[in-house]
């Protein structure tokens, strides 16, 4: 019976996040640049040793990600849906996972609990449902728990190397980590086995950033200056404690992104229910609130994929916590859950992505170079999203052998493709970089659509 229902339970995990992932797709910016890099990692042999660059900071990630994901990309034959149900599978693999772990730490009970909050949880199955370096991190934050409860040091650093080079929030999880690491000082050759399993890991992005004069280092220094966070209004961090546990607890358990109510009062009650609980959950409880510490000192939005390093813990403690509650009120809970996770869940699997669009337009710029046989192209974009250099529009074109200007030669080109999902007017005033230098310059030809992104051809004069 035990088997079945994780059986059961994988097989719902799997269909959520399988399920239309082909035209649900979103293939964005990010997705565009991870997909190019890729593409001329397994065409060109062009091996990189950083990964994507974050959006807060300026940092570079390690190029761990780029390699996990580029054979699903050449099984799918340059299909970005291969990255996608890539991360999808490991988002699944994750959820009898999950249950091996709590039932390792707490019992059969919390693991089926866990197992069966993580499967159907909105905001775990949005974010394995498109293949973004942030997505995985669920996975790499459970080897970390694992790893430190059985004492497998070489297991942790394993995860932590990997959840380093998928995105930079896993910090936050430094004084816990360092505590955990603390308590096994005793263990000398474990230590050394993290050590060097860590360096190995991280090797590619240390060398970069001797190679570059510690260009992360000297970024990462400037930020936290930039930032005054060695000037902290204490009292300010403790007030933000609120809203970060409102964020890491029930926005994660999906009652919602935005302040309300209901998502308070869950919080509130999960945190004083960790504490009556502490003693049994004490391990997993301060990996918890250590987040939430750090994270009140972080001054900057937070977005669901950022807690990805949380997913984990946050399910296994709602498991360890409503298997102990009285029969009605588990039970009560669990209604509640499923009654404010499933309506978007229904929306997230029946709406469209943009991939088709993405390709369909790549394909007639592509049409266009070939029959006016153009040289010096360059494309551009405009939909809120700053993806200015359209990385994703950009992929196609250079899957289909057009010869398209990298993006940092835009005063080299002669032909600029201008991409906006809005009509646009007084294009040649917008203040981008990428059509300013390009003047003078003239709207030579323009192509509107309802249904699809509208082109805008460029020459310049």
Known sequence: MENKMIVVLTLLAGFLRLYRIGPTLQFLGDQGRDALVMFRLLTQGDFPFIGPI????????????????????????????????????????????????????????????????????????????????PNPMP???????????????WLVALSLGAA????????????WILWQLYLNRRQWKNILLFAATGLLLLAPLILFEIKNNWLNTRGLIEFLGKHQYGNLDWLLVIKNTIGRSEQVIGMVLGFGRDFNLLRTWITRGFL??????????????????????????????IYPHYLGFLFPVVFILAGAIFSRLPKLISPAFAVLFLVYNLPPIYTLLHQNGNLANVQKTAEFISEDIKQNNYRQVNLALID?????????FRYFLILKGAEILPIDQYPQTQVLYLVSPYP???????????????LPAGVVETWEWPDRENIYKIKRL
């Open 54 to 133: 974050t959006s807060v900071g300026g940092f570079y990630l390690g190029p761990l990600y780029y390699y996990l994901m580029a054979p699903w990309l050449w099984l799918a034959r340059f299909n970005p849906v291969g990255p996608a149900v890539a991360t999808a599978v490991l988002g699944v693999v994750t959820v009898p996972l999950l249950y091996l772990v709590a039932k390792k730490l707490y019992s059969h009970r919390v693991g089926l609990w866990a197992a069966g909050l993580y499967a159907l949880a909105y905001i775990p199955i949005s974010e394995t449902r498109s293949a973004w370096n």
């Open 139 to 153: 996975l790499a934050a459970l080897g970390i728990i694992y790893g430190f409860y059985t004492r497998k040091l």
């Open 164 to 175: 380093l080079q998928f995105h930079y929030m896993i910090v936050f999880l430094g004084p």
């Open 272 to 301: 004083l229910l960790l504490i009556i609980f502490f003693k049994r959950v004490k391990f997993l409880a301060i990996y918890l609130l250590t987040a939430i510490l750090m994270l009140a000192i972080y001054q900057d939005n």
């Open 384 to 392: 809120g999203t700053r993806d200015y250099p359209a990385m994703n």
């Open 424 to 438: 646009q007017t007084d294009i040649l005033d917008q203040p981008m970089w990428e059509i300013q230098a390009l």
